[in-house]
């Protein structure tokens, strides 16, 4: 089992910056590949970015490209988002799961899910 525990989410304004962070604990976080997603009230969960395993490969969803910077830190089991920029449309609930071995794109075939941050946007 792996455990997933999301912090640094809150109320920022527009063009403000936000750094979200994932902890895992239990199984060998090492193996996995790491997702963000988003989910804001009345709309489908979407991903925003994903880091495989190594570090080596990052995706992002197009509205969040040179905005947003995902990294990990194998040595203390950590995930980060770097949010700059932020737009009202960032708004939603950001969630980190795992996947064994790779990045893919449906968010149902991620294992584990963390219980979620809030990032709200607003002036």
């Known amino acids: 089992q792996l455990q997933l525990v999301e912090s640094g989410g809150g109320l920022v304004q527009p063009g403000g910056s936000l750094r979200l962070s994932c902890a895992a604990s239990?199984?060998?976080?090492?193996?996995?590949?790491i997702g963000w997603f988003r989910q804001a009230p009345g709309k489908e969960r979407e991903g925003v970015s994903c880091?495989?395993?190594?570090?080596?490969?990052?995706n992002y969803t197009d509205s969040v490209k040179g905005r947003f910077t995902i990294s990990r830190d194998n040595a203390n089991n950590m995930v980060y988002l770097e949010m700059n920029s932020l737009k009202p449309e960032d708004t939603a609930i950001y969630y980190c799961?795992?996947?064994?071995?790779?990045?893919?794109?449906?968010?149902?075939?991620?294992?584990?899910w963390g219980q979620g941050t809030q990032v709200t946007v607003s002036s």
């Open positions: 239990g199984a060998p976080y090492q193996n996995y590949a």
């Open positions: 799961a795992a996947n064994r071995p790779i990045c893919v794109s449906d968010w149902r075939r991620y294992e584990y």
């Open positions: 880091i495989s395993s190594s570090g080596g490969y990052t």
